[in-house]
Nanobody, 122 residues
């Protein structure tokens, strides 16, 4: 069982930046970032293939958020810029246990982290 641990969340003013990290205890394939605001369903943010060569973003976020991974460190990142109050949520990283044929970047994840809180003040 692969364990995922997010870090890097916190309180930031609108317009600021944060970089989230997700450390994995073992092998993962495609990985992704999701967020969940109070009273809302979990929302897909971005995904990245095992090699880092393929990425996907929710359209409304791709101008401000960048996903990356460093397989030597077994860590995935989410760089978030120009943050807005509506970005306030718990952010989760996720990973797949196999290399699925379907890209389907917003689903199909087997491993989940505990989440890290991001709060953006106005």
């Amino acid at each position: 069982q692969v364990q995922l641990v997010e870090s890097g969340g916190g309180l930031v003013q609108a317009g600021g930046s944060l970089r989230l990290s997700c450390a994995a205890s073992g092998r993962t394939f495609t990985m992704g970032w999701f967020r969940q605001a109070p009273g809302k369903e979990r929302e897909f943010i971005a995904a990245i293939s095992v090699s880092g060569g393929r990425t996907a973003y929710t359209d409304s976020m791709k101008a401000r958020f960048t996903i990356s991974r460093d397989n030597a460190k077994n860590t995935m990142y989410l760089q978030m810029n120009s943050l807005k109050p509506e970005d306030t949520a718990v952010y989760y990283c996720a990973g797949r246990s196999s290399n699925r044929d379907a890209w389907a970047p917003d689903r199909g994840y087997d491993y989940w982290g505990q989440g890290t809180q991001v709060t953006v003040s106005s």
